[in-house]
């Protein structure tokens, strides 16, 4: 008797081990969870017939999200953890006060903790300078706006172990200075959103409501110049049937819906494009009775902005492409208008995946001389568009001021020399700058001798070692 109790004991714990495997063979967990997406099971052998090195990791990561009764598995254990000991299983997902959720990534905004610096905020600006020119010489209108975290407009239910700032500084506000006095077409929704007594956010999704959108796409129409129904007298609808996408992710088979507002701008326009979703990558609508043609970049707060935009233009296309071929976009829709929304926590993106562009080229200028530092450059084909070359360089110098502008000087085998306005942009390996060439002006394996320059308050300098 004495061996046969751990005996029975092993084999009970190998069963209860072995039930997510041989459970996928009866009842596999095939829906993704939250914003998952769908994976398929993978091949061993590859397309041309030979056979996948990459399948056993491939397996483990298709098995990590189809294994029998994971929703179950999660389920049971968020709500352990969620209502003993007021925290969160997955490190997605924040649990606040008030059965509220918040979306971990906005964290460090919150907290002040890992900030840009000034010298990257005003690469952020200096990157929008370069996108709104190049909008406005190709006869297209700009803005650009933020949609704001919900634990900076609400930040009362944030769990306590919240409470210990690193910083007062946060990049919203070290952005909305720099942006003051730029040129920039900016539309800011922090003020009108915040000075609203109504909560516009969902407790437990990450975004703005309906009613917070119309907020939003009315300030960005207004800001635009842009005529347009502002849903003031719209016959209003109430329904208890959104459900939000932290909370999807925490509960996925009990997650309680929450109360949505509907004004009937859905009724406006139709799809161009076989559309399921207003979560789509890629969206094209009409509106016969509507005027004037958008291109708009979103994030997932743009998801409840579509159908408002949707019905004030004849014809929108919604791209959440990151980073976005700007050239492209326009030149295949010829838009007339082109907004960029970004949520607050992905500001940073601006500069650590600059949007393609052509490199403005720079017809003139005169040096004032070098400066002393160093530079890391790297030609290459363009990592999302293979019609550029892109040209990039990671620069090392105390003597670049903090908003000082980067040129790349290029120059061929033959002597044709040509230099470009670049991004800047920021790497792992550093900061410095990026530009997008065409491809078949400058193809990438071709061999080339670069020089950056910088222009500081007092002109344009070559760097130099």
Not at 396 to 409: F, G, Q
């Amino acid at each position: 008797m004495k061996k046969i109790f751990p005996l029975i004991f092993t084999v009970f714990c190998v069963a209860v081990c072995a039930v997510p495997s041989l459970g996928m063979f009866f009842r596999p967990a095939d829906k993704p969870i939250g914003n998952e997406r769908k994976e398929k099971a993978p091949s061993i052998t590859d397309k041309d017939g030979s056979f996948n090195f990459s399948y056993f990791n491939q397996l483990g990561s298709y098995y990590e999200k189809n294994f029998a009764f994971r929703p179950e598995m999660i389920q049971a254990d968020a709500s352990i953890n969620a209502n003993i000991f007021k925290t969160s299983n997955i490190d997605t997902v924040i649990v606040g006060k008030n059965n509220w959720l918040y979306y971990t990534s906005t964290a460090d905004d919150y907290l002040g903790k890992n900030t840009l610096s000034g010298s990257e905020i005003n690469g952020v600006v200096n990157n929008l300078k370069i996108i709104q020119s190049y909008c406005e010489s190709n006869g297209v209108q700009f803005l650009f706006t933020v949609a704001p975290n919900k634990n900076t407009l609400y930040p009362d239910n944030m769990p306590y172990t919240y409470s210990a700032k690193v910083s007062g500084t946060h990049n919203k506000d070290l952005l909305h200075s720099a942006l003051k006095d730029s040129g920039v077409n900016y539309c800011s929704l922090f003020d009108p959103l915040s000075a609203q007594k109504e909560t516009l956010y969902f407790a437990r999704d990450s975004h703005w409501n309906n009613k917070g959108a119309l907020l939003a796409y009315n300030t960005v129409l207004d800001a635009l110049g842009k005529s347009h129904d502002d849903y003031s007298t719209a016959n209003v609808s109430r329904k208890k049937d959104f459900t939000g996408d932290l909370s999807k992710m925490l509960y996925p088979l009990s997650s309680e819906p929450e109360y949505n507002y509907y004004y009937g701008a859905e009724d406006k326009y139709t799809y161009t494009t076989n559309t399921k979703s207003v979560e789509e990558n890629m969206i094209k609508t009409s509106n016969p009775d509507a005027a004037g043609s958008l291109y708009m970049y979103r994030d997932s707060f743009g998801n409840a902005l579509v159908p408002f935009f949707a019905s004030a233009y004849n014809t929108a296309t919604f791209t959440k492409a990151f980073p976005m071929n700007i050239r492209q976009g326009l030149e295949s829709n010829k838009p007339d208008t082109f907004v960029m929304e970004l949520a607050e926590r992905n500001i940073k993106w601006l500069i650590t995946m600059p949007p393609m562009v052509p490199a403005p080229e720079l017809t003139y200028f005169k040096s004032s001389g070098t400066i002393k530092g160093s530079a890391s450059v790297n030609v290459q084909p363009c990592d999302y568009a293979s019609e550029y070359t892109q040209v990039s360089a990671v620069v090392d110098s105390s003597a670049i001021d903090a908003d000082a502008e980067y040129y790349i000087t290029v120059k061929d085998k033959s002597g044709s020399e040509k230099t470009f306005e670049a991004f800047c942009h920021k790497s792992d390996d550093g900061n410095g700058c990026i530009a997008y060439l065409p491809a078949e002006s400058f193809p990438a394996d071709s061999e080339y001798e670069i020089k950056i320059t910088v222009k500081n308050k007092d002109g344009f300098f070559e760097l130099g070692s």
